[in-house]
Structures are given as C-alpha cells and as structure tokens.
C-alpha cells in the first residue's frame, strides 16, 4: 500500500506557466513532510520541510503548502531552469524510529 | 547542506562478487540510510543505522548487510552481487529520527553483469 502518492508522474509546461505538484499521504501523526528536487545524475536536494496543516513554505518561484492529506509544491512563472524530478517524502514510524518514506516523484520539464 | 561522500561513484561487478560501498559524512549526524532508486520504484530504504554498531532492515534489505564502526561511516555491503541489484544507490544523514530533515549524497552507480 502507497502511503506516499504523488501526481502527476510528469509534467510539460511552457516558461512562464504556472502549475502544481501534488503529494497526497495516509499516515496518522504526521512527523514531518519533505520536499526535495533531483537532477539526472545528481543526488536529492532538500528544498522545504513542513510540520502542521495549514503550514507553507517558500523558495524562489517554488512554494510548499500542507494540508492533513496533501502537500503542493506551487511553481510560480517557472523557468527551463526548474526542470528537474521533484520528490515528496513523510515521516513514517517504523520500529521506534522515523523514517523518511518517498514517493516515485513528479518528473517536471519546462520548455522555453 | 550535509557534508556527504560516497564512494565508488561508479562500479562495474560481476555476479556472485563481494561489492561494499562506502558513505563517509563530517557532519556528526546520529542517522544515516542507505536507500536505492529504480526506475518505476523511486527511493526506497535498505537499511539505516541510529548510531554505532545499531541498525536496522528497511523496505528492501535482503541480499544487503550494513555496518557502522564509526559514527562517520556507514558500509553497505552485498555478499554476492546479482542482476537485480544493478541500481544506483544513495546514502543519506540526519540529525535525528522524528521529523527531521535528511540530506544526500551524490549516488553510487553499480552495475551487475
């Protein structure tokens, strides 16, 4: 069972067009929600870290937002720039411990 | 950003060979994980450790083992390689367990023939 689901698997967008990035989970007591974005070849980069509902978070054209069962990751006028695998990931307990749980990532290409 | 080596970055082995990656991190973070990555999967947990000489399995442990002798380096190690473990691998550290942020290395790529 997916605890952590992101959509959509891959996204064109146009420079300039505004979209959003969806991660829904089913955890109970979140601990902890992440966002990081990946380059091919490269390792996952953190981008933002949200606790509570209502939270939201902001880098540049990218901004986090949380609900109780969803995250987004808004990006404003994106740039080519922006193109990159954005991954979601949740706090999930296991055996006393934490553990961060990914989804399979949104795959994001802007065409200039 | 944590300070975080892995090494090999790139390794070509044969099946039924020994393979023993390395994580070394400068930040004195307590955790650290060992995930893979494949196509269709994402990242998915192998083992992780919660400080010296302590670790514990993750979603995909089997035909890996882990040790930590150090709170500075974290191995992991397949006894004897198979095809299926063809993948790239990335290590990642954390300050704690609840809620806390973790960051990455820049991957091992392992190849399997």
């Known amino acids: 069972e997916d605890q952590v689901t992101q959509s959509p698997e891959a996204l064109r967008l146009q420079e300039g067009e505004s979209s959003s990035l969806n991660c829904s989970y089913t955890?109970?007591?979140?601990?902890?929600l992440f966002w990081y974005r990946q380059d091919p070849g490269k390792g996952p980069e953190f981008l933002f870290t949200?606790?509570?509902a209502g939270e939201e978070k902001e880098k540049e054209r990218l901004k986090a937002t949380l609900t109780k069962k969803e995250s987004f990751l808004h990006i404003t006028a994106p740039k080519p720039e922006d193109s990159a695998t954005y991954l979601c990931?949740?706090?999930?307990?296991?055996?006393?411990?934490?553990?961060?749980?990914f989804g399979r990532g949104t795959s994001l290409i802007v065409h200039p | 950003d944590a300070g975080i080596t892995q090494s090999p970055r790139h390794k070509v082995t044969e099946t039924g060979t020994p393979v023993t990656l390395r994580c070394h991190q400068t930040e004195n973070h307590r955790y650290m994980y060992w995930y893979r990555q494949d196509p269709g999967h994402g990242l998915r947990l192998i083992h992780y450790?919660?400080?010296?000489?302590?670790?514990d399995k993750g979603e995909v442990s089997d035909g890996y083992s882990v040790s930590r002798s150090k709170t500075e380096d974290f191995l992991l190690t397949l006894e004897s390689a198979t095809s299926s473990q063809t993948s790239v691998y990335f290590c990642?550290?954390?300050?704690?367990?609840?809620?806390?942020?973790?960051?990455f290395g820049e991957g091992s790529w392992l190849t399997v023939v």
């Open positions: 949200l606790y509570s």
């Open positions: 990642a550290t954390g300050q704690g367990s609840y809620g806390n942020t973790i960051y």
């Open positions: 990931a949740v706090s999930i307990e296991a055996g006393g411990s934490y553990i961060p749980t």
């Open positions: 955890v109970s007591g979140l601990r902890g």
């Open positions: 450790s919660y400080g010296v000489k302590d670790t």
